[in-house]
């Protein structure tokens, strides 16, 4: 086998660029999905200020909101970041680290994103409901829910298929 070409892990017989390249697309894909979620939210959470009612949270939910809104901003940030980060370093013959650091934020970003959806549900059934009581544990079910689908799912479907001494970190 030659030196550019591996077939390793993969199963595919193919170089380390057109590795990154598969990888890239397919990360790609992802962030457009998770994008797509936490610009919506995003927007819609730039409006609440603008209502007349507004005013008419306690100074907690206001406080509350302007934490979910700033957790809603980095989630996006961190969500976009990997495109910035392909432009800057595009032609650099680095995509395989371009990848590694891609996934990592959007790691990140998904991250956030799950904390700014719990932030914004417990704002939303906090303002819903007068006996209040409860909606921590709404809130902590639905994240833990997140939690499950999103990363424990994933990482015991990962470990599960993965050959002992995989040396692949570009999803980690």
Not at 43 to 58: A, C, D, E, I, K
Not at 126 to 134: F, I, K, M, N, Q
Request: glycine share 6%; net charge negative; hydrophobic share 45%.
């Amino acid at each position: 086998m030659e030196g550019n070409t591996q077939s390793g892990d993969s199963g595919r017989d193919e170089s380390l660029q057109e590795r990154a390249d598969r990888k890239w697309n397919d990360l790609l894909q992802e962030i457009r999905v998770a994008q797509t979620g936490v610009q919506i939210l995003f927007g819609f959470l730039l409006t609440v200020v603008f209502q007349p009612t507004y005013r008419q949270l306690s100074d907690s939910d206001q406080t509350l909101y302007m934490v979910t809104i700033v957790l809603g901003a980095m989630a996006t940030g961190a969500l976009v970041a990997p495109v910035s980060l392909h432009r800057i370093v595009s032609g650099r013959q680095i995509k395989p680290q371009t990848v590694a650091w891609a996934s990592r934020l959007t790691m990140l970003g998904l991250l956030l994103l799950l904390v700014t959806m719990a932030s914004s549900l417990l704002l939303v059934l906090r303002t819903a409901t007068h006996d209040d009581s409860y909606v921590p544990w709404i809130v902590a079910g639905v994240a833990a829910l997140y939690i499950l689908w999103w990363f424990v799912v994933p990482t015991v479907t990962r470990i599960r298929s993965e050959p002992c001494g995989s040396d692949d970190d570009t999803h980690r």
